[in-house]
């Protein structure tokens, strides 16, 4: 799977320069978390990939969901192709600059964020800073995951949600949490008075993130 995206390129491109890989949610594109690079650090690659997948009101998507049926939300063989095709572009992306020293951090929002949860958890060796914005993760997604501590100890994972998000409840963004907790992972799990996206008090606790 070739997926599209686009790119901001520091100034130097070294070994050891750190890129962030971006997965929009559904019905979205490249071009929407890829406003955030105005505030990430300068000397970052940033990455922004293009779901495979056409939906119905232009946009595009990593699977189908069916909002319809909690018990079946996501289609789980789109969602592993997807899974398998982000990592496969991870790994083209950062053969092809020489990143072999640098770190690599993840930023996902909402489709994009269950993703994130299950690259993290499947390879934690590969990366550092995870954030997951208004998004849960996907227990149909996590067979496999790895579970000894010191080798999940290197991740950092950013959690927020709104409290009013009407497209993934709040519970399920709080299973986040439980998850993490029993894997021993260091993560921040936020709260904000908003819907499903990304408010301003949001938005500047990301950035205090990713700038540490």
Request: contains cysteine; negative net charge; aromatic residues 14%.
């Amino acid at each position: 799977m070739n997926l599209d995206y686009i790119v901001r390129e520091p100034e130097h491109i070294t070994p050891n320069t750190t890129v962030l890989f971006m997965l929009h949610g559904y019905g979205s594109n490249e071009q929407d978390l890829f406003s955030f690079r105005e505030t990430l650090p300068a000397d970052w690659l940033i990455v922004s990939f293009r779901a495979p997948r056409d939906t119905q009101f232009e946009g595009y998507s990593w699977f189908d969901i069916d909002f319809n049926n909690p018990e079946n939300f996501i289609d789980v063989a789109q969602a592993k192709e997807s899974l398998d095709g982000v990592l496969e572009n991870i790994l083209k992306v950062v053969n092809h600059y020489g990143l072999t020293e640098g770190k690599v951090h993840l930023c996902g929002f909402s489709q994009g964020g269950i993703l994130c949860y299950a690259l993290a958890l499947k390879h934690p060796d590969m990366f550092s800073y995870v954030a997951c914005l208004s998004s849960y993760p996907e227990e149909k997604l996590l067979d496999g995951i790895v579970k000894d501590k010191k080798k999940l100890e290197r991740l950092r994972f950013f959690v927020s949600h709104g409290t009013d998000d009407a497209v993934i409840p709040m519970e399920w963004g709080r299973k986040a949490a439980d998850l993490l907790y029993d894997l021993s992972c260091y993560f921040t799990f936020r709260e904000y008075m908003s819907g499903h996206g990304v408010n301003q008090k949001n938005y500047m606790d990301l950035m205090d993130f990713f700038s540490k």
